[in-house]
């Protein structure tokens, strides 16, 4: 299987726009292809399809509960644990565990001598399958309020996808930091999503930077091109990356995406266009060994 | 009216927070203006602050393995919670990319093979601009712990703030409700959801509107490019409505932003008639005045 990630340093590029166009024109085509919601903190690829829930795993993660009879107040726990998440008063005897930090690496537990410290579940997300015509069609990373990182419910989503499709398109979250890099780092391909204005290049530099380090291969689309200015354009060329599309800016595709319609179900060309880019991944060598 | 630190957030990314926040940030004379949104810093774009002060920041430490000490005993294989230790081959192999830094396998090895190594590429930078002072974080590419960073940046905005006596204080958030969202809206006075009338526009506002309430506060909405779709934009003024969550106002879409990006100024700046400039002003004496 091949796996394709949507991606861009800054949101609101178009990720779930190219991610949610390209899945759709994969499936027109017959494609044997599954989308991967993997940006778990604002999920919104599944609101542009009819789709049916078939199934949803909670994701959950460990963290400490302390039995204040067995515990001798020693610090050793709090010595141990490198994120803060415990909160100990000798003298008075108080010792917390604040669970919004804990990252449940099991550290404390492994640092207690006297058997106090045991574990219980909380819950941080949810990876839900939703089917189109009752074939998997979307798997869903979708963070739970307040949780901080989104990291373990996009690895649970990530863990899904193994040969359960041919294609595998990953609309990955905004940045550059944890939540970008481990959906990235699953991806045999990347393509960045950037528009031409000073916000959007000096993002895209980011993002290029991190994808050279983790040596993944990847290709640029400008979208709403035509606003802004050529400076993106410019760099690409210095740079000698890939530019796979430039999508026009048009006030129609706008509009219909805000009611969460797919403008390439009325755009047959953009739909050549998305397969067009899909195509020249593959012949990029190396990247897989998939043909559509 | 008394100090002000206000957080602009948005759920959605690319809803127009960083325009928003630098067509507030000259509206007045004085300001310290903190960009909170590290890994994509846009607003030192327009302003081009001088650089009077550069910190570093230690985002996190990553395990590495001295294979000279190492005996293959796999016992940090069996510890690491994050699945960033596997057995390749015949040798025990650390994914720089899942290492979460926790230190465990470190002081667990028989052997004191592991050392953690930090990562120090990322900087805080602070210093002047044409309407005050300015503050912001650069994470190096591909390092963690936004959070910890944001919180260095507020930190330092309001140390500025104090020094230079200066009254209000404007974040600028990064998009999502995860760690460094958290944190640029914990202990703030004032936050705004920047949003715009699509349907991931609305629903992502829903879940930024979720986590200010959680941290018991009400913030209030601004729509952003309103005319894209007026049927969307009322959607999201019944569901402000229903939830006791005020508009504080809408603005239309202009590509005068845009041009006031490319020529490195805010709207107010660059087109200080445009209508959009009266709702501005509007928000954002409204705010200061309820502050």
């Known amino acids: 299987m091949i796996k394709i990630a949507v991606a861009s340093g800054k949101g609101g590029t178009g990720k779930t726009f190219v991610a949610t166009n390209l899945f759709y024109s994969l499936l027109h085509d017959n494609q044997n292809a599954v989308l991967v919601d993997c940006d778990a903190e604002a999920p919104n690829a599944a609101a542009f399809f009819n789709t049916a829930a078939a199934e949803s795993q909670e994701v959950t993660q460990l963290v400490p509960v302390i039995d204040t009879e067995r515990c001798t107040f020693c610090g050793k726990c709090r010595e141990y644990c490198n994120y803060n998440a415990i909160f100990i008063l000798p003298p008075v005897k108080i010792i917390n565990v604040i669970d919004e930090l804990c990252h449940g690496c099991g550290a404390c537990s492994v640092a207690c001598e006297f058997d106090a410290i045991t574990e219980k579940p909380v819950p941080l997300g949810n990876v839900s399958r939703l089917d189109i015509y009752g074939n998997t069609a979307l798997i869903e990373a979708r963070s739970k309020i307040g949780v901080m990182s989104p990291v373990p419910v996009i690895k649970a989503a990530l863990r899904k996808i193994d040969s359960i499709a041919d294609i595998a398109v990953l609309d990955s979250p905004p940045g550059t930091s944890c939540p970008f890099i481990q959906t990235v780092s699953s991806a045999d391909y990347v393509i960045l999503v950037t528009e031409p204005t000073p916000f959007g290049l000096s993002d895209l530099k980011q993002s290029v930077e991190t994808l050279r380090i983790l040596e993944k291969p990847f290709g640029v689309i400008i979208n709403r091109s035509g606003i802004g200015n050529n400076k993106v354009q410019d760099y690409l060329l210095d740079e000698g990356i890939t530019l796979l599309l430039e999508i026009p800016y048009s006030k129609e595709t706008a509009r219909l995406y805000s009611m969460g319609r797919l403008p390439v179900e009325k755009d047959p060309s953009l739909e050549t266009q998305l397969l067009r880019v899909f195509d020249t991944i593959y012949e990029k060598d190396g990247v897989s060994d998939y043909k559509r | ?291």
């Open chain 2, 1 to 291: 009216m008394k100090k002000m630190e206000l957080a602009i957030i948005s759920g959605k990314g690319g809803t127009g927070k960083s325009s928003i926040s630098a067509a507030f940030a000259t509206l007045n004379e004085q300001v310290v203006l903190a960009d909170c949104d590290v890994d994509a810093a846009n607003l030192y774009l327009l302003f081009n602050p001088s650089n009077d002060e550069e910190v570093k920041y230690i985002s996190g430490h990553k395990a590495v393995i001295d294979y000279f000490l190492c005996t293959n005993c796999g016992l940090c294989v069996d510890h690491c919670r994050f699945d960033a230790i596997t057995r390749d081959k015949d040798r025990v192999a650390i994914s720089g990319i899942s290492c979460d830094g926790c230190f465990l396998c470190s002081r667990i090895c028989p052997e004191n093979a592991i050392t953690m190594v930090p990562s120090d590429r990322s900087m805080m930078y602070s210093g002047s601009f044409r309407n005050g002072k300015m503050v912001y974080g650069r994470l190096a590419p591909g390092e963690e712990n936004t959070g910890k960073l944001v919180t260095m940046v507020r930190e330092k905005a309001k140390a500025v703030s104090k020094e230079y006596r200066i009254e209000n204080i404007i974040l600028d958030g990064p998009p999502g409700i995860g760690c460094p969202a958290i944190s640029t809206i914990t202990g703030v006075d004032k936050v705004i959801i920047v949003t715009e009338p699509t349907i991931s526009g609305l629903h992502d506002m829903q879940r930024a509107a979720a986590i200010v309430l959680k941290s018991g506060r009400i913030p209030s909405v601004i729509i952003n490019k309103s005319d894209i779709n007026p049927e969307m934009s009322d959607q999201i003024v019944e569901w402000c409505n229903e939830n006791s969550i005020p508009v504080a106002g809408s603005l239309p879409f202009d590509t005068k932003m845009v041009e006031a990006m490319v020529n490195a100024q805010s709207i107010y700046e660059y087109d200080p008639e445009n209508r959009i400039n009266n709702t501005i002003k509007d928000i954002w004496y409204n705010i200061l005045n309820d502050n």
